[in-house]
């Protein structure tokens, strides 16, 4: 029945010619253009969205990519420096800062695909990022004085330089062992808060490890390096950064390192800080001060006939008995046991007992580099007390400067702003800041009580078995004396599983031991074996 209704209807449409389209039929054109529409605003979309990418890398700070060659160990390295800024940006996309950095990566450019023009990476590779401290210093000084591919010279004896400043290829680089990222803390270096940032969210102990260990984290996404051995570098109050940096990368980016390294650093200021309420750093500095009156010959024969090493292990063993004891009991020490312990604080430091004993015993580092040479009027540096400087007068009661920054600073800063123009085509509006003012610096966390990062350093050590720590210490240095690094580990690392992941080794120079050639060549010997332990 149906079919024959259906066979009826279609004889009548025949019998009667065109009839109108089936409903759905009259769509097909509007269909299409609506097809045509979505299409074009697709394109437009698409040309959008590629012409947003295309200004947000216009926006991007520049890199400038250069090649270069050292040769280390007799062997020479190719390597391909990346100088430039990497954008921080808040979680909403919007950016915080530019951080300057320079890298060095070992190999050659990509001569063709997607990365040609950028560097080979081998991810096998080690890298280390490296920063010094300050707060608010560059990275130029282990940039150029240690690590990187060219090096300023420093007379080994200690005599000022005379300017103008030239830069060398430098033979002891690390380049031979690890790719290395050099950072530059906001405020110092090209690195400066975003238009309309507040310059406090960098300025700080927290907000400073929170802008280094996102740079890390985003160096190592965008370099693609989370499969390579990792290591950080710090000297100084980069010490402060290590112990921080070590936990705070681990808990909040979940990056374990191989390796940490402290150059001349303090990871407790209550090792440091002279106060009338802190007899600890007047014990902690006394070796140095024997290491320096052995240097400038201010010791009796008996003291000035043995090496240094050993003197300065005579001057530890005093400091933490008698000495320490005398401090402890301060006016109810017995009065023959005090006049005891005055001659030998005397013997061993070079000063006089009448002096000491006005002192309390509590000669702070500033008065002891005023009171060593006062007879000559000469002042002692604080970074590498080898430096001697004239006295401004000869009654003051501490030093009138630093011989030490005199003779290094202005070397540095030439040799960086030469050495960015010239070898690594990196230019910058502003002034290249070695080192800079970013007070007030806040160590909000420890309020009314001593900055520490220690805590976090031995977290890290105990969560991650596999992290291991070399601290190199100078001998000269008046600025993070040996003994206090050595106390914080022994007061730190309450185990010897643990210390002995943490290395000391000392060198015949001061707070930056590497512009004394002879400690450089110690100090890379040490480092390369330490480094290829560690990777493994």
Known sequence: MTHRLFAAALAVCLLTGPVAAPVWADDAPAAKAEKDKKADKKDADDKKDADDKKDEKDKE??????????????????????????????????????????????????????????????????ITFCFNGGPGSASVWLHLGMLGPKRIRMPDDASFPEPPYKLEANPFSLLDKTDLVFIDPVGTGYSRPAEGEAREQFHGLEEDLNSIALFIHDYTTKYK????????LGESYGGLRVG????????????????????????????LSFADNNDLPYILFLPTYAATAWRHKALDDDLQGKPLADVVAKAEKFA??????ALLHGAAMPEEKRKEVLAEASRLTGLSEEYLEASKLRVSMWRFGKELLRDRNQIIGRYDSRYVG?????????????PSD?????????????YLAEDLDY???????????VQPWSYKPFVNRYVTTAPRLREAMVTNPKLQIFAACGYYDLATPPFAMKYTRDHTLDTEALRDRFEMKHYEAGHMMYVHEPSLVQLRKDLVEWFEAAAE
């Open 427 to 437: 230019q910058d509006d502003r002034v290249y800041e070695t080192l800079t003012s």
């Open 320 to 325: 933490y008995g008698d000495f320490a004891d």
């Open 390 to 402: 004239p006295g401004m007068d000869g009654v003051g009661e501490s030093m009138d400067y630093d």
């Open 225 to 232: 390096r989370w499969e390579s051995p990792k290591f950080i």
């Open 406 to 418: 005199a003779a290094i600073e202005g070397i540095f800063c030439a040799g960086m702003n030469a």
């Open 244 to 271: 921080g940096l070590s936990n705070l990368l681990q808990d909040r980016y979940r990056m374990y390192l191989n390796g940490a390294v402290i150059i001349s650093g303090v990871l407790d200021f209550t090792t």
């Open 61 to 126: 700070p520049k890199l400038s990519i250069t090649t270069g060659t050292v040769t280390v160990d007799g062997e020479e390295v190719e390597y391909v420096a990346t100088a430039g800024k990497l954008p921080q940006k808040h979680d909403g996309g919007d950016s915080k800062a530019d951080i300057f950095f320079v890298a060095y990566t070992r190999g050659k450019l990509a001569e063709d695909g997607e990365a040609k023009g950028e560097p080979v990476t081998d991810k096998s590779r080690p």
